[in-house]
């Protein structure tokens, strides 16, 4: 007979936490966008296993961690997955390019002329 538990359901709330965090850190925060992934991947290990160990009937064991991890993971990608589908524009600015050269008289004559 097929054993019919609630654990798949935890991924959905894992994933919409993590998600949420990772939203909260990338528009309110001044952490780099390239740590969002590490830090929702930490935080869907994390949220995995205090519900595991809350349950007091779940067994912590590798699948514990992986699938806080995969979870984890899985928001980003559902965030960037609803940023492309409603073309959404990065908030993250491009690196500003400056020229601070300095520039004497005598070169700025020499560029006019050629």
């Not at 019919?4 to 952490?31: A, E, Q, R």
């Not at 966008?33 to 007091?56: E, H, R, W, Y």
């Not at 961690?65 to 491009?94: C, M, R, W």
Request: charged share 20%; net charge negative; with cysteine.
């Amino acid at each position: 007979m097929m054993d019919i538990s609630l654990d798949g359901l935890l991924v959905i709330p894992v994933v919409i936490i993590c998600f949420l965090v990772g939203f909260v850190v990338k528009n309110y925060t001044k952490i780099p966008n390239k740590f969002i992934p590490l830090i929702s991947m930490i935080m869907g290990v994390v949220i995995n296993v205090i519900t595991t160990v809350a349950d007091k009937e779940a067994a912590m064991n590798l699948m514990t961690f992986i699938a806080g991890a995969v979870s984890g993971l899985a928001s980003t990608g559902s965030y960037e997955l609803i940023k492309n589908s409603l073309h959404v524009q990065d908030t993250e600015k491009p690196a500003q390019v400056t020229d601070d050269i300095e520039v004497s008289d005598e070169e700025a004559k020499i560029d006019d002329n050629e």
